[in-house]
T-cell receptor, first 108, second 112 residues
């Protein structure tokens, strides 16, 4: 079956580093996406991992281990505007399966 | 930039009404998707389409139908709205099946 797990909520302080984990089980895995969604808005693309390893993009990095069915999103130098939900999504044959999202609150 | 637009941001309908949600993308994408998003359940795929006049059921198609008469437009139809269809509806498009999906702003539907 298909299953994606990520923490429901996390809190962090402005300027800190936070790691959001995602574990998954799918039958036809091709790659893993991370999306950011601010309250009341549409999800926006952050990263896409196909191969094992770390992909860095500015303050955000995403890691994938296909053998472990595991990914994380790393956010550095947190800013207040990073308060949002972060959605992990995996490709399963011909569609995306989304996790329920991790709501991150950044405090001053 | 990819632009995906949805016909309404907010919609209030009565039980039993027929509801049309329209989605238009301007990037000539092959693939279009309809999701609903509910607290604690995440995004769930209702229907998707890989080509004009083509549709595939997602994970929760019951109570919904879709239409794709033109490449840029993908419509979601609630034949007879029910209160359990109160939700946020999100449309998305992508060029290829494995590529990034771009989302519209969403339609928050309330069925009374």
């Amino acid at each position: 079956g298909q299953n994606i797990d990520q923490p429901t909520e996390m809190t962090a302080t402005e300027g800190a580093i936070v790691q959001i984990n995602c574990t998954y089980q799918t039958s036809g895995f091709n790659g893993l996406f991370w999306y950011q969604q601010h309250a009341g808005e549409a999800p926006t693309f952050l990263s896409y991992n196909v191969l094992d390893g770390l992909e860095e993009k500015g303050r955000f990095s995403s890691f994938l281990s296909r053998s472990k069915g595991y990914s994380y999103l790393l956010l550095k130098e947190l800013q207040m505007k990073d308060s949002a939900s972060y959605l992990c999504a995996v490709t399963d044959t011909d569609k995306l399966i989304f996790g329920t999202g991790t709501r991150l609150q950044v405090f001053p | 930039d990819v632009k995906v637009t949805q016909s309404s941001r907010y919609l209030v309908k009565r039980t039993g009404e027929k509801v049309f949600l329209e989605c238009v993308q301007d990037m000539d994408h092959e693939n279009m998707f309809w999701y609903r998003q509910d607290p604690g359940l995440g995004l769930r795929l209702i229907y998707f389409s890989y080509d004009v006049k083509m549709k595939e059921k997602g994970d929760i198609p019951e109570g919904y139908s879709v239409s794709r008469e033109k490449k840029e437009r993908f419509s979601l139809i609630l034949e007879s709205a029910s209160t359990n269809q109160t939700s946020m509806y999100l449309c998305a498009s992508s060029q290829n099946r494995e590529e990034t999906q771009y989302f519209g702003p969403g339609t928050r539907l309330l069925v009374l």
